[in-house]
């Protein structure tokens, strides 16, 4: 009950209405979060591993209790690995591997929010000495791979995860079905998809060092049970990813759009991260068809500020980045037009 009246508390306060997560023990997940469920203040949860496996599977069950409590939880990451190492430093033997692939990726492809990583006291540069974050600069790469490939390659705002659509429990996928499916695995030798009828283009995505999509042994399969995606273009037994994509996309005919079947006018699929923002904020956005985009952004007063797009753009996702410059911390809306609809929402700089 206290922490339903801490968050209670913290609500009110909080005119910005940031999340409201809790942190606890590994051990302590079903006791402290399972009162929690449907708590109309709460937010989310920040899941401490007492080692580096099993991080797909917790998260994605608070994912699916909160779901099933109807208020579904932001649900992440926090403090992987034991207490001594945490994650350890650059250099032969680190855990990187595993911190990638059993926290990082494992958290992303359940529809979790991401990880903070923990230095162990135990090692080069600990939580309480460290002086120097380039002793993990090899992860801080890694991580940045992986929100690159969600942020430019993926609506993932609007997909779930979908591991049963693969028979291979060493692989994660993450879809908006029939369109999209995202897949990683730990070892991509074997990576295959239950795909329903229709022609699919495959991309590979390097997790280790980031870059362009790849193509792999195929560039295309034809949907069936279980259709294998090929073989990657080099290193196939260690990790990677994989972007599968409807050659018939409903996205890329321009037939599917929130209320409007991707007729003019019909609303865009639209996220603000992060969000709040501290130094800039980044607006990703799907278009349908070609269209005619204007964004503005506005004060809590209603007065525009700036302008950040006002063109004819392309089909596909769209990136717009907003530099803080000199914006002082307050809540802004922003105002997106496409060919006569509008959509509004707020950013928020702290």
């Not at 099933?68 to 001594?84: F, K, L, T, Y």
């Not at 018939?248 to 639209?270: L, M, Y």
């Not at 802004?332 to 037009?337: E, G």
Request: glycine share 10%; hydrophobic share 35%.
């Amino acid at each position: 009950q206290q922490l339903k009246d801490f968050a209670e508390y913290i609500d009110a306060l909080d005119v910005y209405d940031h999340p409201i997560v809790v942190h606890t023990y590994p051990g302590q997940l079903n006791s402290v979060y399972g009162p929690l469920m449907g708590d109309p203040h709460m937010t989310g949860a920040s899941i401490q591993l007492g080692n580096m496996s099993g991080g797909h599977d917790r998260t994605l069950d608070w994912i699916e209790n909160s779901e099933n409590a109807s208020r579904p939880w932001h649900v992440a990451i926090d403090e992987p690995g034991n207490a001594n190492v945490g994650v350890s430093c650059d250099g032969s033997g680190n855990n990187h591997f595993a911190a990638r692939s059993e926290a990082l990726w494992a958290n992303l492809m359940a529809g979790g929010t991401g990880v903070e990583w923990y230095f162990g006291y135990g090692t080069c540069a600990g939580d309480l000495n460290a002086q120097d974050w380039r002793t993990r600069d090899q992860l801080w790469d890694y991580t940045r791979y992986a929100l690159e490939f969600f942020r430019t390659h993926l609506s993932f705002w609007t997909m779930t995860n979908a591991d049963d659509l693969t028979s291979d429990s060493g692989t994660y996928v993450f879809a908006d079905a029939p369109d999209v499916y995202a897949l990683y695995a730990d070892d991509a030798s074997g990576m295959a998809l239950d795909l329903p009828a229709g022609t699919y283009t495959v991309r590979w995505f390097d997790p280790r060092n980031g870059g362009a999509l790849q193509i792999g042994s195929t560039s295309s399969v034809s949907g069936g049970t279980d259709v294998s995606l090929g073989t990657p273009p080099n290193s196939a037994s260690d990790d990677w990813a994989v972007l599968v994509t409807n050659a018939a996309s409903k996205r890329e005919r321009g037939d599917i759009g929130r209320g409007g079947a991707g007729t003019p006018g019909s609303p865009v699929e639209f996220a603000v991260y992060p969000n709040p923002a501290f130094e800039s904020a980044t607006f990703a956005y799907h278009l349908d068809t070609p269209a005619t985009i204007r964004l503005d952004l506005y004060d809590a007063l209603g007065r525009r500020l700036q302008t950040l797009a006002n063109a004819h753009q392309t089909a596909g996702m769209h990136h717009v980045t907003l530099n803080r410059d000199n914006l002082p911390a307050g809540v802004y809306l922003w105002h997106l037009q496409r060919d006569g609809h509008v959509q509004t929402g707020k950013v928020v700089f702290k």
